[in-house]
């Protein structure tokens, strides 16, 4: 048995106009994961859509249904999903106090933040 894990992120800590950052992981056996895109792509195709879901280019109303229908989907899964958010400004003031600039920081945080999701899940 296989265990696959995805990791992603929103609104690096380097993008100042944010306040927070967004980190997740998802895991499960190779084989749940392949029967959740199987499942996903049949919903792409009931609505007519080739389009990845990012949630922060969502304008119109029209894929609605494909967006929900997916989480359902995907939530109502056997996998594990572990989430982590940061808000920036602490983070960044943190940093100042141990004496690391903000690119430094986001080399500690993508060391760090994906390895303590990693742990989460397994």
Known sequence: MNYL???DESNKIDQF????SYYGAYGGTDSS??????KVYAINKENNSKSELHFREYTKDRH?????????TVINENVRI????VNNEVALRS??????NTEELRELF???IPERLFYGLT
């Not at 106009?17 to 927070?20: I, L």
């Not at 994961?33 to 199987?38: D, G, N, T």
């Open 82 to 85: 572990n989430i982590l958010i």
């Open 110 to 112: 993508y060391i760090k």
């Open 95 to 100: 940093a100042e106090k141990i004496e690391l």
């Open 64 to 72: 609605i249904k494909k967006y929900f229908k997916t989480l359902h």
């Open 5 to 7: 894990i995805y990791f």
């Open 33 to 38: 994961l392949a029967s959740i895109v199987k």
């Open 17 to 20: 106009n944010k306040k927070y």
